[in-house]
């Protein structure tokens, strides 16, 4: 099995469970609970193939990754009475989701000979596209567009990877430098409450 395979799997999985924890706290039935994590899992793969022209896209091509997907809700299901801090372990998975997949589509991307910005991009967009349609469908605000810095992670942690790839670091220590980046710049902008500059000085709405 390739290494970029080995990284979208954990990713799904990464992925599942946020997605399911997410369809959890909102009180979704089963079938609620599934199609949030499918959606969340794959929505990112599977728009940064479509740009790319890779169709069908690959979650239709291997069955692993329903079948993870699966299983990886089923866990979070049968195990939530368990999960007493939700919140942390949606962060957790969000955040190991993000690094495995702002990862794996920028390997894919660079397979594609695209120009290295539009790597990262598409590796941003692998990372993020799942948790926007996630937290839309959950009537939520999608984290990435205020609040947290989310994507911003992804573009340095895929410009690390990219750039140490290129410099001729051993492509697993590439990743795992990238991958602790994302999470733990991530993890310090929670904690410390950074965030990008807002437009939004004043309220005006009174």
Not at 6 to 13: A, M
Not at 97 to 126: E, F, K, M, R, W
Not at 158 to 180: D, H, N, R
Request: positive net charge; aromatic residues 10%.
């Amino acid at each position: 099995m390739e290494i970029t395979t080995i990284i979208d799997i954990l990713g799904t999985v990464s992925f599942a469970i946020s997605g399911a924890l997410t369809a959890m706290r909102k009180k979704l039935d089963v079938f609620g609970i599934l199609i949030i994590a499918l959606v969340t899992s794959v929505g990112g793969g599977t728009l940064r193939d479509i740009l790319i022209g890779k169709t069908p896209v690959s979650w239709m091509l291997n069955m692993t990754f329903v079948y993870v997907i699966f299983g990886a809700t089923l866990v979070a299901i049968i195990f939530r009475s368990y999960l007493k801090y939700v919140r942390r372990s949606l962060f957790l998975f969000d955040t190991i989701g993000i690094a495995l997949y702002t990862i794996a589509g920028v390997q894919i991307a660079t397979a594609a000979d695209l120009h290295p910005v539009v790597c990262v991009v598409l590796g941003t967009i692998s990372a993020c596209f799942g948790g926007v349609l996630r937290d839309i469908l959950c009537n939520e605000i999608p984290i990435i567009f205020h609040k947290e810095i989310y994507a911003t992670v992804c573009i340095l942690g895929g410009s690390v990877y990219l750039a140490s790839s290129t410099a001729g670091l051993p492509q697993s220590i590439a990743m795992l430098v990238a991958g602790c980046i994302i999470i733990i710049v991530r993890t310090l902008a929670v904690v410390k409450e950074w965030s990008l500059p807002s437009v939004y000085k004043k309220d005006y709405s009174k």
